[in-house]
């Protein structure tokens, strides 16, 4: 039987976990069993469209193949950096956006490139800035189920 291999496209079932084992994604449907049409990820091997752990998980998995494995976050969203967080005075924040922890926005850089950031703190005269994924530095479980080798 083919296994999959770096260059083919694949579809492929998979339900993400955290440490805690809380679901953050699935590509299937709840677990009412409900016909919603659920359809399965897409996407080629090596062409960086997932996590790099994510690929390394399907090359070799023949068609029919379940697996669940606990990806390190080097090989999901990457480690957490603090050179990624900065504190701003309020006064910088546009006057028509009420700053509140957990809010996401998108800060232009010089070149007006944009990215996002997460406000992580808010005092009366500064407001924090992450701009690391939310996942990043988290170990993510995954079931995952080869349904297709295109």
Do not use: W
């Not at 976990?17 to 359809?39: K, P, T, V, Y």
């Not at 090989?75 to 956006?97: C, H, L, N, Q, W």
Request: aromatic fraction near 6%; glycine fraction near 10%; hydrophobic fraction near 35%.
């Amino acid at each position: 039987m083919v296994k999959a291999k770096k260059g083919d496209k694949v579809k492929v079932h998979y339900t993400g976990r955290f440490e805690g084992g809380d679901i953050f994604d699935s590509s299937e449907c709840d677990e009412h069993g409900c016909d919603c049409g659920a359809e399965p990820l897409e996407f080629t091997i090596g062409e960086g469209e997932v996590i790099p752990g994510f690929e390394k998980a399907i090359i070799g998995m023949k068609v029919g193949e379940s697996k669940t494995l606990t990806i390190p976050s080097n090989d999901a969203y990457g480690k957490r950096k603090e050179e990624m967080i900065v504190t701003i005075e309020r006064s910088d924040v546009p006057e028509d956006i009420t700053p509140e922890v957990g809010m996401r926005l998108e800060v232009a850089q010089d070149d007006e490139h944009a990215f996002p950031v997460m406000i992580s703190a808010v005092s009366e005269t500064h407001v924090t800035l992450d701009a690391n994924h939310p996942m990043a530095g988290m170990d993510l479980t995954f079931d995952l189920k080869l349904v297709e080798i295109c």
